[in-house]
């Protein structure tokens, strides 16, 4: 006699705060379980792990999946949602733009952010941290980053184009009517700004999109406008949930922020840790290119799954004591295994830099600066399933 399937429920609003309880007992059930909705949820960290490997799971039908009618709404898409050899031009030509030494050259500019975000909300005692400190700080960086002077127009529609990538069906009327014209108002600004800075360049991301080539290949305009939303996304609401999430992290657990504060050599891993321990993306899909096998199990082509990244992230049978925070669990000589906040493979984050060097100077400061941010009040999340993280962070920092 065969047990019945586990009851799937770590995206029910009364989870929110914690949907890890949930995925643990889906977790040790299967590795595997059908969603009911198209795609089958891959649970187990290696699993997840060689399905976001390999190239033969294909990226390119998550729009479709999730969004059938986005093409309807002019919702952009970009080179996340492609397949070589298309997503690797493109990223290629993206790269020539978005260079390992741009991030670097940002390290002071960042550094004189957070000290400047930090010593407000010091003085102000009490403040709502995701307004006060997670949210300006990445928002401001991707826009000067790209070039973007409209700061107030991006935090505006941020929000709605993150919720925007939950699926379809599980957004409201009027939040896909927000997300939409959220989309409209962000694809305007950057045909404007496009066409602008190909008459009048200047040293921003958006000028370096407009001059790249290789043997002649450039960005079509349709490409460009939809890698610069996809960057911005990407580059700042990810990463406003990640400082969140740490900073909520650092509150429930003083003792590591003062580990960091007494080894300040902790605070990348830290980055590391917080991604593992509270990931921002949660979820993605993959679909079978040909007849692949996972594990024990063999899925057809054209199989759809999702992997649940929050749950391989906390999956003990890669990581000792799963569910606890711990500052120092990427910053011993033995091999840890790689935490799947910002993919892998062809697809891997193409800001993780970006977001590291962020979250480094951040963690470092608060442990400088601050002996502990006390919870204030009860964390708010956003109902978003995709890109997960907090609304309000009341805390009083002394």
């Known amino acids: ?11 029910a609003p009364e989870h929110r705060p914690d949907p890890y309880s949930r995925y643990a007992l889906v977790r040790e059930a299967t590795p595997f379980l059908d969603s009911g909705f198209g795609v089958e949820f891959v649970t187990r960290h290696a699993e997840c792990t060689q399905i976001l490997s390999e190239t033969l799971w294909s990226h390119r039908d998550e729009a ?5 009618e986005a093409a309807k709404v002019d919702l952009p898409t970009s080179f996340l949602w492609m397949d070589p050899p298309d997503h690797t031009r493109l990223r290629r030509l993206v790269s020539k733009a978005f260079t390992p030494k741009s991030v670097t050259d940002l390290r002071p500019r960042i550094t004189a952010l957070v000290a400047g975000l930090l010593d407000a909300a010091l003085a102000e005692g009490t403040v709502e941290a995701i307004e006060a400190i997670a949210y300006p700080l990445p928002l401001i960086v991707i826009c000067e980053l ?19 990538f939950d699926p379809d069906f599980v957004l409201s009327a009027a ?12 694809l305007q600004h950057f045909r404007e700004l496009i066409a602008e800075r190909r008459v009048r360049p200047k040293d921003d991301l958006v000028s370096g999109l407009t001059q790249v080539y290789d043997s002649g290949d450039v960005l079509s305009e349709s490409e460009m406008l939809a890698t610069c939303v996809t960057m911005l996304i990407a580059g700042h609401e990810t990463t406003v949930n990640m400082v969140g999430n740490g900073l909520l992290a650092f509150a429930r657990n003083p003792g590591q922020l003062a580990l960091v504060r007494e080894n300040p050599e902790l605070a990348g891993p830290t980055v590391d840790e917080v991604l593992r321990y509270d990931s921002p993306v949660h979820m993605t899909t993959r679909t079978a290119k040909r007849e692949l096998t996972v594990g024990d199990r063999t899925f057809p ?9 929050g749950s391989a992230n906390r999956d003990p049978r890669a990581f000792p ?7 120092t669990r990427y910053a011993g000589t033995a091999p840890t295994p790689r935490h799947l906040g910002f993919a892998l493979g062809i697809h891997y984050c193409m800001g993780a830099a970006l977001a590291r060097l962020e979250g480094e100077i951040l963690f470092r400061e608060l442990a400088r600066r601050v002996h502990t941010p006390d919870l204030a009040g009860e964390p708010v999340y956003r109902p978003n399933l995709l ?12």
Not at 1 to 11: I, N
Request: aromatic share 6%.
């Open 1 to 11: 006699m065969t047990s019945a399937p586990p009851v799937f429920d770590a995206f």
């Open 64 to 68: 479709d999946l999730f969004h059938p």
């Open 146 to 164: 790209l070039g973007v002077e409209d700061v107030d127009l991006v935090h505006r529609v941020g929000p709605h184009l993150a919720r925007g």
């Open 175 to 186: 939040e896909c009517a927000a997300r939409d014209e959220a989309s409209r108002d962000i």
């Open 301 to 309: 082509e054209g199989h759809n799954v999702c992997v649940l990244v």
């Open 321 to 327: 004591d799963p569910d606890a925070f711990d500052v």
């Open 387 to 398: 890109i997960r993280g907090l609304r309000e962070l009341p805390l009083t920092l002394t």
